[in-house]
T-cell receptor, first 113, second 114 residues
Framework: AQSVTQLGSHVSVSEGALVLLRCNYS??????LFWYVQYPNQGLQLLLK??????LVKGINGFEAEFKKSETSFHLTKPSAHMSDAAEYFC???????????FGKGTMLLVSP | GAGVSQSPSNKVTEKGKDVELRCDPI?????LYWYRQSLGQGLEFLIY????????KSGLPSDRFSAERTGGSVSTLTIQRTQQEDSAVYLC????????????FGSGTRLTVV
């Protein structure tokens, strides 16, 4: 069985500050890991994914995430927050060879001027 | 189309009625997924179609839920005898092929059961 824990249902940052959204996973087999973003009244958009290549994954909009097997973590970061980054972010895990995703509960990112 | 299209975008129905939610995947995508997003449960997998294979129905919460995919393209999710706990946003996604897991989501159908 697999699961995802996202620490913090809400994270607040100031514009220009570092964004750090935490994700820890549990999987009995090597996982694939994902970050999705959801803007109000929209579907989920893929930010980035880890599928066993480089452990540091770069995504869209300046986001990146690092797979750390020893910590079972896949935290999402962005050096400098922008107002347009305000949205809900979901971490997800999939077992290799399977295409269904298990999602975390989501973290709402709030960006203040 | 350019993206995954879902209709209706909003649906209000009375408890006990049946509803049908439609998903039109990206042309050429062979894999299609339904997920449910609700306040209490977060995002949950419901069902997965891949080509002509039997669907993976392991996420369907009860036998009131069913889905079909006609001609390997459009999919319909049907909920019979709706209950208030069925209120949620139903998201459809598609991907080019099996195990291509960076799939594209639609904007969802917000279902409200009153």
């Amino acid at each position: 069985a697999q699961s995802v824990t996202q620490l913090g249902s809400h994270v607040s940052v100031s514009e220009g500050a570092l964004v750090l959204l935490r994700c820890n996973y549990s999987s009995s087999v090597p996982p694939y890991l994902f970050w999705y973003v959801q803007y109000p009244n929209q579907g989920l958009q893929l930010l980035l994914k880890y599928t066993s290549a480089a452990t540091l994954v770069k995504g869209i909009n300046g986001f990146e995430a690092e797979f750390k097997k020893s910590e079972t973590s896949f935290h999402l970061t962005k050096p400098s927050a922008h107002m347009s980054d305000a949205a809900e972010y979901f971490c997800a895990v999939s077992e290799r060879g399977y295409s269904t995703l298990t999602f975390g509960k989501g973290t709402m990112l709030l960006v203040s001027p | 189309g350019a993206g995954v299209s879902q209709s209706p975008s909003n649906k209000v129905t009375e408890k006990g009625k049946d509803v049908e939610l439609r998903c039109d995947p990206i042309s050429g995508h062979t894999a299609l997924y339904w997920y449910r997003q609700s306040l209490g449960q977060g995002l949950e997998f419901l069902i997965y179609f891949q080509g002509n294979s039997a669907p993976d129905k392991s996420g369907l919460p009860s036998d009131r839920f069913s889905a079909e995919r006609t001609g390997g393209s459009v999919s319909t999710l049907t909920i019979q005898r709706t209950q208030q706990e069925d209120s949620a946003v139903y998201l459809c996604a598609s991907s080019l092929k099996q195990r291509d897991i960076g799939y594209t989501f639609g904007s969802g159908t917000r279902l409200t059961v009153v």
